[in-house]
């Protein structure tokens, strides 16, 4: 994915080693985005054939640079913003679609289960943050900032489902609410 | 061993039991089941986060903990203490002495300063001025207020408000706190301070506290997650069990 715009981007300052930019990699990502050394090399492989990196073979390693054509497509990345459409397609929302169309019931279910799960691992996040207090490196505590905010989107998004189907389930039948 | 307490064995009690309760308002065709069956248990020390939608029962559920309402079935113990069971002077002293509320809106008293909103509880409870003062400061320095305690709740912010709140919620040794959505007229920062605050109160002192809240973000903070759906529990969550099942949400 986006592994190629990370390797130009570990390579604005300086040349680097293929195993030094692994490493790079890895560090500017907190630690939860591992890259295998093959990987970085197929990736350098192909940024060399497009003209966005230069290699050096003359010292005992290969060392990468960042060519022009590198630089102007790193700075078009930098600017490039997330499309608001198509609309994103994850699996969490196909999840409750399609159990919408099974019944309010069966949808309410699969809210309540997928809220619970996602709320557990919120917990998690919460208490690995309380543990980690003040020792985490600034990217490492970005990357939970990330994970906590995602899932608090995904918590609300089914609340509001749960809320709407809930009304519209009481707007079909206004008598079913009193009944034992 | 001369505990006078020892008969009722509190020291073991939970901070909170409910057991089978039932609440139901009006009669006939006005009837609605706020509660339906619902039994909770908070341990000493423990944070509870309620959630659920609108109308769920949530308002309810704190309103029977602290002996404001009474179920139209099953048990509500505070600390051992059979709730339903008390007088209404029983409950107003266990109000200001055991169970300490924060509600959804603020309400400090507008006519007293911070410092004399948070004594009230204990004032009212007969423990002298002076005794009271200490106290309350104190409590008001466990929630980061040191400064200017003799102005009034207007004019401190929204966050300086609800922290008082807490304060006179706190004052005093209190077994249970029940926070009724009291984060909800302030910024997520400010709001976090807040649930910290609650959050800390167990560790610091072993008081358990019952927090209702709309916001994932301040139910994570606790042990247990209890959701409600129509007057009745539905799910829970909890920090301390085995993952269940695969991962779900958004996939980096
Ligand atoms: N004093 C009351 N008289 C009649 N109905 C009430 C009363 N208090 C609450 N209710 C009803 O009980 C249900 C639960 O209310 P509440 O506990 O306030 O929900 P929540 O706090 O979750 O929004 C709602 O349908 C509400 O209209
Ligand atoms: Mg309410």
Known sequence: ?180 | MTDPCATRDRTRSPALEMVAVTKVYGRGPTEVRALTDVSLTVGRGELVAVMGPSGCGKSTLLHLAGGLEDPTAGAIRVDGLDVPAMTAAERASLRRTEVGYVFQRLNLVPSLTALENVMLPLELEGVGRRESRDRAREALAAVGLTEQLDRYPDDFSGGQQQRIAVARALVGERRLILADEPTGALDTLTGDQVVELLAELPARRGTAVVLVTHEPRYASWADRVVFLRDGRVVDEADAGAPPVGTAVGSAP
């Open chain 1, 1 to 180: 994915m986006a592994v190629r715009e990370g390797l130009m981007a570990l390579l604005v300052d300086e040349p680097r080693h293929g195993y030094q930019l692994k490493t790079a990699f890895e560090a500017a990502t907190g630690g939860v985005w591992r890259l295998n050394v093959g990987q970085v090399y197929s990736t350098l492989d192909r940024l060399h054939r497009d003209g966005l990196v230069a290699v050096d073979d003359t010292g005992e390693q290969k060392r990468y640079a960042l060519t022009d054509s590198g630089r102007d497509a790193l700075g078009a990345w930098w600017r490039a913003t997330p499309a608001d459409d198509p609309p994103p397609r994850d699996e969490l929302q196909l999840k409750v679609l399609l159990a919408v169309e099974q019944g309010p019931e069966h949808a309410l279910d699969v809210i309540t289960r997928q809220r619970t799960a996602l709320t557990r691992a919120l917990q998690r996040h919460r208490r690995a943050q309380r543990e980690a207090a003040g020792d985490a490196s600034l990217s490492a505590q970005l990357v939970t900032d990330a994970l906590v905010v995602r899932a608090e989107a995904d918590l609300r998004w089914l609340d509001l489902c749960e809320s709407r189907i809930l009304r519209a389930r009481q707007g079909r039948a206004p008598s079913n609410g009193g009944s034992p």
